[in-house]
């Protein structure tokens, strides 16, 4: 029975040693990915019980650093009457509108600036102040010009994602290989097409790296938005938490965030295999 990496043909040329080494090295991918999960799994369980006995044997203050169990427990609780979904859902509502509105403003402004001469040139010098001035900076301003509702968090959260793909959209467009131009334009295609079908294709890997970054960014800048000036949301539970001295469920918060920034890392790491399915 041939293996499911080897083509019946390829194998039959080869002798009995040759065929048992080749299937031996041709393991399904999915054995690999079982592997290296399940070392991640043992770092993971690791950390787990660094956090579990460390209070335990007082090298810390358990009080303000609960064993493990103890943070579960509260996180438990928190999801069963219904509070963590609560602040989950605001928290998540406001990155993911500020996130989509960077990414559909973004990508097109970076093919533009990257292709076109004429608007790289009027637009780069006010992008560039713009882009050394840190997110975190404007949060007074924005909070003051546009209040302290969802207006303000959702556009702080967008300048924070605006940037990285901006950046990797024009660094994407701008190093596509020449060879791949003198091609199309062989071909005779038009500009518009030559970017639509060349261009933008190979640019999908680099685009996404910014896109990945934003997507970190618009959980990290959304917590500290949320810090002041909220009344929900995974930030401000964090702050009422610490305020109040209920320990363990700040810390069922802050695992909630590292949960969910891990959550949309892994979305885009498969939404990006899904759009570059080209590459080998």
């Given at each position: 029975?041939?293996?499911?990496?080897?083509?019946?043909?390829?194998?039959?040329?080869?002798?009995?040693?040759?065929?048992?080494?080749?299937?031996?090295?041709?393991?399904?991918?999915?054995?690999?990915?079982?592997?290296?999960?399940?070392?991640?799994?043992?770092?993971?369980?690791?950390?787990?019980?660094?956090?579990?006995?460390?209070?335990?044997?007082?090298?810390?203050?358990?009080?303000?650093?609960?064993?493990l169990h103890v943070v579960l427990?509260?996180?438990?609780?928190?999801?069963?009457?219904?509070?963590?979904?609560?602040?989950?859902?605001?928290?998540?509502?406001?990155?993911?509108?500020?996130?989509?509105?960077?990414?559909?403003v973004a990508i097109p402004l970076?093919?533009?600036?990257?292709?076109?001469?004429?608007?790289r040139e009027i637009l780069t010098?006010?992008?560039?102040?713009?882009?050394?001035?840190?997110?975190?900076?404007?949060?007074?301003?924005?909070?003051?010009?546009?209040?302290?509702?969802?207006?303000?968090?959702?556009?702080?959260?967008?300048?924070?994602?605006?940037?990285?793909?901006?950046?990797?959209?024009?660094?994407?467009?701008?190093?596509?290989?020449?060879?791949?131009?003198?091609?199309?334009?062989?071909?005779?295609?038009?500009?518009?097409?030559?970017?639509?079908?060349?261009?933008?294709?190979?640019?999908?890997?680099?685009?996404?790296?910014?896109?990945?970054?934003?997507?970190?960014?618009?959980?990290?800048?959304?917590?500290?938005?949320?810090?002041?000036?909220?009344?929900?949301?995974?930030?401000?539970?964090?702050?009422?938490?610490?305020?109040?001295?209920?320990?363990?469920?700040?810390?069922?918060?802050?695992?909630?965030?590292?949960?969910?920034?891990?959550?949309?890392?892994?979305?885009?790491?498969?939404?990006?295999?899904?759009?570059?399915?080209?590459?080998?």
């Open positions: 029975m041939p293996s499911t990496l080897l083509d019946e043909r390829t194998e039959s040329g080869l002798n009995p040693r040759q065929r048992q080494w080749a299937r031996a090295t041709s393991l399904p991918s999915y054995v690999t990915r079982t592997k290296r999960l399940g070392r991640g799994f043992l770092g993971i369980a690791a950390l787990g019980l660094i956090w579990e006995y460390v209070p335990r044997l007082g090298l810390v203050d358990s009080y303000f650093l609960p064993p427990q509260a996180w438990w609780e928190m999801a069963r009457d219904g509070t963590l979904w609560t602040h989950l859902q605001a928290s998540l509502v406001r990155s993911a509108s500020g996130f989509a509105i960077a990414t559909v970076g093919a533009a600036i990257a292709w076109y001469r004429p608007v010098p006010p992008l560039e102040a713009f882009r050394n001035t840190a997110a975190l900076a404007l949060l007074p301003a924005f909070t003051l010009i546009l209040g302290i509702g969802e207006t303000s968090k959702i556009a702080i959260v967008t300048y924070a994602c605006f940037f990285p793909i901006l950046l990797s959209t024009i660094s994407g467009v701008a190093t596509v290989d020449p060879q791949l131009l003198r091609s199309a334009k062989v071909l005779g295609l038009s500009p518009v097409a030559t970017f639509r079908k060349v261009v933008f294709p190979a640019a999908v890997p680099t685009i996404f790296t910014g896109i990945r970054i934003s997507g970190a960014a618009a959980i990290l800048v959304l917590i500290a938005a949320e810090l002041v000036g909220a009344t929900e949301g995974l930030g401000f539970l964090i702050n009422y938490s610490q305020m109040n001295f209920l320990i363990p469920k700040m810390y069922a918060a802050i695992l909630t965030t590292t949960l969910l920034g891990l959550a949309v890392n892994y979305a885009l790491v498969a939404l990006e295999r899904r759009f570059s399915r080209w590459r080998t």
